[in-house]
Every structure is written in C-alpha cells, then in structure tokens.
C-alpha cells in the first residue's frame, strides 16, 4: 500500500490536503490495522492527496489525561503539536474519535488548531464532492445495527454521518433501544481498556452486546477501533462469533466498494 509520510512530502516539497492521524490502536492492534487499512483504500480509490506522519507520530495524550495524569498528557501533546505545525498542517483525518476529539477539542489551547474529521465525517465530504460512490448490492439487505462511540456521539454531537454512510450501504438497519445520545459507553474510554473491571455483576461491554443482540443482527457497525474490540469480545462472550460480525464502517465501504 503506497502511503507516503509527511517527511516524504516535505522531501518532494510537497503538502499534502489532508493528515491522516492513525492512533495507536490503528498503528498496533492487529484488529484495528485492518481498520486502518480499509480507510488507506477508501483515500486512493477517492484520489486523496494525504499523508501520515510515520514514526514521527506519538500517542495523542488522551488515555493519560482521562486517567487523571495531565502532566503527561500535556508533554505529549507539544510534542505532537510542534510536529504538526512545523508540517504546517491544517486538516486531519482520524478514525479514532478518542483521537479526534483530543486534537479538535483539546490542542487548541496549546497551540494546535486544526480542522479534525473523524472518518465518518471525511467519507461523507468525499461523497458530497462526488469524489466517492458507494456500492449499495454487496451488502443489501444484511441486517446491521450502530454502536455510537462515545468521543464522536455525546462528546462531538457527531450521529448523522456515520448513519448517512449505512444508509448508502443498502442494508437493513435497526436502532438499539439505547443510541444516540442516550446509548451506552463500551467499557474502554478514560483508559478503562487498559485495566481490569471494577467489581460488579456484568461487563459494561457485555450489557452492551446485549443491547446489540436484541436487534438480530448480522453486523454491529462502530466507528472506533476501542468500540469494535470491546464489541467483539462480547460476542465472543455470548459465543455468537459464528452469527455476527462487528465492522468498523471504513471495512463496509471498503467490502461494498470491492477494495
């Protein structure tokens, strides 16, 4: 896969339109690598001028400050800051909303303003700049509910635009009794992914998958790579690995679209 750094760019004299910011799920989670490469696929197919940062790009901060270290996560983030903006960069692209909602949201009063789309958002824009079609019969009629992540949902105000994009996939989809801004957390943000549970009678990503089920599905749609393994370990836990997949909405695109 031809995915150039920023150091290339710079190389070449070249700026690229768009940052892409893996995370360190998508650049080490064997899981999420998948998700990173399905969205890779979707840029090139869309004619995409991007780039990534490479070995240049460090953890954004955001488990350490959830976890009440601000120190750390301040020391971190200048350091990201300063890369970005000595590449003058004006526009990333994450798939991780934890990521995405530390960078929009949190950089700002150090010193980096950025525009941030989570990768649901960019999807959208490409399609609206007709840059990027969707095949709707390769998944039509698959049953398939939405798991909200809660950096892009309750944090950003972001539902519509992952549910644009299914809506475009031809599937059927069903809501959870709990989604939008009232659906539940996963189990795995303020760096609980790291951690064992705190003591109790059920596993929040367990309660969660519960909810899923309810809607029959042959597919959880999730837009973060957290999501997508606490969701996949509850359908383990439930032994229905064999009844229902769990996709990041960049690996339905990537599966409609043949990539």
Not at 5 to 14: H, I, L, R, V
């Amino acid at each position: 896969m031809n995915v150039p750094t920023m150091a290339d760019m710079m190389a070449q004299g070249k700026q690229p339109e768009v940052l892409f910011w893996v995370g360190a799920a998508g650049s080490y989670d064997d899981r999420a690598k998948k998700i990173t490469k399905a969205f890779v696929k979707i840029l090139h197919q869309a004619n995409v001028d991007f780039a990534v940062l490479g070995t240049e790009e460090s953890s954004t901060g955001d488990a350490a400050k959830r976890a009440g270290n601000e120190f750390l996560f301040q020391m971190q983030a200048m350091t990201n800051i300063e890369v970005l903006n000595a590449y003058e960069v004006k526009t990333i692209v994450t798939c991780d909303p934890h990521s995405f909602n530390t960078l929009k949201n949190e950089y700002t009063s150090l010193g980096g303003n950025y525009e941030v789309f989570h990768h649901t958002q960019y999807i959208s824009k490409l399609i609206k700049d007709g840059r990027l079609s969707i095949e709707d019969d390769n998944l039509k009629n698959k049953r398939l509910t939405y798991h909200d992540p809660c950096y892009l949902g309750r944090a950003n105000d972001v539902y519509e635009s992952p549910r644009e994009l299914i809506r475009r996939l031809g599937v059927k989809m069903t809501e959870m009794k709990r989604h939008k801004s009232t659906a539940l957390c996963c189990g795995a943000g303020g760096a609980q992914m790291f951690k064992e549970p705190e003591k109790g009678d059920k596993d929040i990503n367990i309660l969660r998958t519960e909810d899923a089920i309810e809607t029959k599905p042959q597919i959880i749609a999730t837009g973060c790579p957290y999501c997508n393994t606490m969701m996949t370990d509850g359908v383990k836990f439930k032994e229905k690995e064999d009844q229902i997949e769990v996709k990041d909405i960049a690996e339905l695109i990537a599966d409609a679209n043949n990539l």
